[in-house]
């Protein structure tokens, strides 16, 4: 059975909520999926998984990782994740010019330790509701279809 690590950091609980949306669907697919704070994890617990995620929040006008995820993006880049899976999502707000600046440098990251994108990363204005929670659902199916291949 595939396992997936889902990485995230909330400051309102928004991104929080998103990272049990995509663990719920990708549970439906029969993929074991473990939900972690940041602050909890290391990039190198990616290493034993076989799809792996990271869902941030973007923080400030510039459009920045917020704190929290600094250690571990550097981290990331370190990793050979060849034989993996990634997805990206994170809230933002549509107030500042740059929007979801996050989700932007963690897929870079990703593409950088030569992981393959299971689907289209995910930039959500504050919450998740209706299309915004197809998308996410639609991001676990893509990583499912992919470990599936």
């Given at each position: 059975?595939?396992?997936?690590?889902?990485?995230?950091?909330?400051?309102?609980?928004?991104?929080?909520?998103?990272?049990?949306?995509?663990?719920?669907?990708?549970?439906?697919?029969?993929?074991?999926?473990?939900?972690?704070?940041?602050?909890?994890?290391?990039?190198?617990?990616?290493?034993?998984y076989?799809?792996?995620?990271?869902?941030?929040?973007?923080?400030?006008?510039?459009?920045?990782?917020?704190?929290?995820?600094?250690?571990?993006?550097?981290?990331?880049?370190?990793?050979?994740?060849?034989?993996?899976?990634?997805?990206?999502?994170g809230?933002?707000?549509?107030?500042?010019?740059?929007?979801?600046?996050?989700?932007?440098?963690?897929?870079?990251q990703f593409?950088?330790?030569?992981?393959?994108?299971?689907?289209?990363s995910?930039?959500?204005?504050?919450?998740?509701?209706?299309?915004?929670?197809?998308?996410?659902?639609?991001?676990?199916?893509?990583?499912?279809?992919?470990?599936?291949?």
């Open positions: 059975m595939a396992e997936a690590l889902i990485v995230f950091a909330s400051l309102t609980g928004n991104t929080e909520e998103m990272a049990d949306i995509v663990a719920e669907r990708l549970e439906t697919h029969d993929i074991t999926t473990d939900v972690v704070e940041v602050m909890q994890a290391d990039a190198e617990d990616f290493l034993e076989d799809a792996v995620l990271i869902g941030s929040y973007t923080y400030g006008v510039d459009g920045v990782l917020p704190d929290e995820m600094l250690d571990f993006y550097d981290d990331l880049g370190e990793l050979d994740l060849s034989d993996k899976v990634f997805g990206v999502f809230s933002g707000d549509t107030y500042y010019e740059i929007f979801c600046g996050a989700v932007d440098h963690f897929e870079k593409l950088k330790t030569g992981a393959h994108p299971g689907g289209a995910c930039k959500i204005n504050l919450n998740a509701e209706g299309e915004d929670i197809e998308r996410l659902q639609a991001l676990a199916d893509g990583i499912a279809e992919k470990l599936n291949q």
